[in-house]
């Protein structure tokens, strides 16, 4: 979502105006040059469904749930892993089950091993990226989790 999409309509100029300060005419109305225009028209929607304040709750439980059955399937294959992060977006390594905090401590992790991971997710339909980065978004909700750990036990069992 880009900046004017985080900003909605003109319904709401003092959220507009903080992050284009520069993008307003004599009558308060949004204006951008260049690529985009205008806000985009989900820009009313997206405001919308998230002043609901259901969004965030859902993308964490769902994804702290798929951070925690990721753990426990790997941990029952044998799989040395960590897995860090946020659970919108979070990050999945193999090897010792240590925190990475420098690039010094990436060199103890089995990538040739995640690849072919990612790989047999990759093969059961899953978008799974080599560099370890799992995102999660309002679309992705309990039903999808039960499915993606299923196929993350089938991928984890295939390389075990």
Known sequence: MSGNGLAGSRTNPQIQQSIYPFAYDSGNVPYVSGAIS??????????????????YPAINRCGRRLMDGISEVLRRRGIEARIQGFPGIFHVAFGPDRPINSY??????DRARYVRFTTALIERGVRALERGAWFLSSEHDEAIIDRTLQLVDDSAAAIA
Do not use: H, Q, Y
Request: net charge positive; proline share 8%; aromatic share 4%.
């Open 38 to 55: 205008r806000p985009p028209s989900g820009s009313r929607e997206t405001l919308r469904i998230l002043a609901k304040g259901e969004v």
């Open 104 to 109: 010094r401590d990436t060199f103890a992790l």
